[in-house]
């Protein structure tokens, strides 16, 4: 059995994941594994599951939790009653918990550290901080997240900490600076950083910078605290003043040049959100297809959509769910620059062999190639543009499989079939709703939730946007909400917050389009009609019926259409954000003729 709680709470067992749903299962789980098999007791079992407002039947639940966590350990785990309280007994082959992993790495690089291996204190630390996967207990209680993860993210920062000291033994001060000028930002009060920092720029021949990150340090000190710095610090400030001998680099050992990229062996994905949900029946599709058997050929797995349907985070879903599967790692590459533009295929191969340690940069693919030999990883490849950027990536071993996603179909990608990622369901967004705007408030109000879905399209990212909406104005009713939801002349003003914008998606993938297809839409969208059949295309956009089919067509193949059959006949769907989209790209002027049509490639003013 594997365990994680050094990012979203997760369980595997026999290499398959265990779906823990539920805010309070994984809080019960969490508590257990963090009692390292003493017994936790009812008080403080009640006490993280309810905070102050245990109910009448706490008792009870307790009993009903420890129960289902029995039948999901079974064979692998116990859940023991001992009075006071419970404790988790592990089978005989044990549990691989990452917290365990990551303080046993830990007291090894100390240990390593104090005998001067510097860079054997370097590689422990590096591999101890690669076990966390995100914020730490991630969908646990609220009051267990408050009570544990202070002293888990101050074990975390000692190690990092740990790991730079190792790191300036070796010489790589100038490797350091970026990452401690923002350690010393999120931590203005550490002087352990503060010192390393000033060390770092030291021996970087930045002396002036040295001093000034001191004197910056103690002017906040005084005025704020009426205090002076450690004494360690006004040690390192008065060694950089004096240009003590001490301050020096380390002198460069005999032998081969070290590699000092710090990249890690095993890259491992990012965290999925915390809160993600749904889309079992699409996992259970990627599993399969990644680590099914397979004759000839790498497994290759593709998901594809429109845009903020949620493919990047089911993606780092399945690769985190397959960590297991693939022992050498899972690294995510985005196939678009910040622009939004493809980026070319040497490129991406270039940046992969340098995360993963090195490789010719006048010749990546075949660095790629080696690399990828004999290893068993996975490769996610992050908002591709077409089969033509991808096919010099898919040249990987049995060993490997490749995960995609894309907004388009890759239909043409030999043994791929794309799992088609589309809207929420129902009870999904409801799910999901009430993971981020408080499942009492939806539960409270069921109808208005309902409400908000709906006009969010079940759009994932109009639906996670519109509960964060809510989170944030925790004064506001569902009901008021859903109200200035429904106003269709502020629905995408409404859904938006931080740097979260439906607007700014569908946008995206509006501008993807070229002039005829642009024009195609906007004409469909101002049409009242909810449903679309290519006899009624043909009359709108004034054409004949095989072109209104073709262009239907390719509305679909873009993820703009949803189509089924009904009664022997097509019919075609505009997704409602999209349509309330397109009819803000309509010139103010705009009337529907066949002419706007036929002149799509002059002054296209979308």
């Not at 966590?69 to 419970?86: C, D, S, T």
């Not at 790209?585 to 002059?602: H, I, N």
């Amino acid at each position: 059995m594997k365990a994680r709680l050094l990012g979203p709470v997760d369980v595997w067992c026999a290499g398959e994941r265990i779906g823990l749903h539920g805010t309070k299962i994984r809080t019960v789980l969490a508590m257990l594994l963090l009692a390292r098999g003493h017994v936790v007791e009812d008080e403080r079992l009640t006490r993280m599951l309810w905070g102050d407002q245990a109910p009448a039947t706490a008792a009870a639940q307790l009993q009903t939790y420890a129960s289902r966590l029995r039948r999901m350990l079974a064979g692998h785990g116990e859940i023991v009653r001992q009075r006071p309280g419970y404790l988790l007994r592990l089978g005989r082959a044990g549990c691989e918990v990452d917290l365990v992993e990551f303080d046993r790495l830990s007291t090894r690089g100390r240990i390593e550290l104090r005998r001067g291996d510097h860079r054997a204190a370097s590689d422990a630390f590096t591999a101890a901080l690669q076990l966390w996967h995100g914020p730490a207990l991630g969908g646990v209680s609220d009051t267990l997240i408050e009570a544990e993860t202070p002293s888990l993210l101050e074990r975390r920062l000692a190690v990092v900490e740990a790991r730079i000291e190792a790191e300036l033994a070796l010489g790589r001060h100038a490797a350091v600076i970026s990452e401690l000028t923002g350690l010393v930002a999120a931590h203005p009060l550490r002087e352990g950083l503060r010192g390393q920092l000033m060390t770092a720029l030291y021996r970087n021949d930045r002396h002036a910078d040295a001093l000034r990150v001191y004197q910056e340090y103690r002017c906040h000190l005084v005025e704020e605290l009426g205090i002076d710095p450690g004494p360690a610090l006004q040690g390192v400030n008065r060694a950089v003043l004096r240009g003590d001998e001490a301050m020096a680099p380390p002198p460069v050992l005999a032998g081969p040049t070290p590699n000092t990229t710090a990249v890690p062996v095993c890259p491992q994905p990012p965290a999925p959100p915390a809160d993600f949900t749904g889309r079992e029946f699409e996992l259970t599709r990627l599993r399969d297809a990644l680590t099914g058997d397979r004759s000839s050929g790498a497994r290759i797995a593709a998901v594809v959509g429109l845009s903020g349907t949620g493919k990047t985070a089911l993606a780092l879903r399945a690769a985190n769910d397959l960590n297991a599967a693939f022992p050498d790692g899972a690294l995510v590459v985005a196939m678009r620059d910040s622009a939004g533009r493809a980026r070319p295929p040497a490129e991406v191969l270039t940046e992969i062999c340098a995360t993963v340690g090195g490789g010719s940069k006048t010749d990546p693919g075949n660095a790629y190639r080696q690399y990828v030999t004999s290893r068993r990883m996975l490769l996610v490849l992050d908002d591709a543009v077409d089969e033509k950027q991808l096919r010099p990536l898919l040249t990987v071993p049995m060993t490997c499989a490749v995960l995609i996603t894309s907004r388009a179909r890759l239909t043409a990608l030999d043994g791929v079939r794309p799992v088609l990622l589309g809207g929420f369901s129902a009870s999904e967004s409801a799910l999901l709703l009430a993971r981020i705007a408080g499942e009492a408030r939806v539960v409270a109000d069921p109808a208005s939730a309902h409400a908000i879905a709906t006009t969010c399209g079940h759009l994932p990212i109009a639906v996670r946007i519109a509960g964060a909406r809510l989170a944030a104005r925790p004064h506001w009713s569902l009901a008021s909400y859903a109200a200035r939801l429904i106003d269709q002349r502020r629905t995408l003003d409404e859904l938006r917050v931080a740097d979260l914008c439906v607007r700014a998606v569908l946008s995206a993938t509006y501008l993807a389009l070229d002039d005829t297809r642009r024009v195609v839409l906007r004409q469909l969208a101002a049409d009242r009609a909810t449903t679309i059949t290519v006899d009624h295309a043909a009359r709108v956009l004034a054409v004949s019926r095989a072109e209104a089919a073709e262009r239907l067509d390719e509305l679909a193949e873009a993820h703009l259409l949803a189509v089924e059959g009904v009664d022997g006949r097509l019919v075609y769907q505009l997704p409602a954000l999209l349509r309330l989209y397109a009819r803000e790209q309509l010139p103010a002027t705009s009337t529907v003729t066949s002419a706007s049509l036929r002149l799509t490639t002059v002054g296209d003013a979308a």
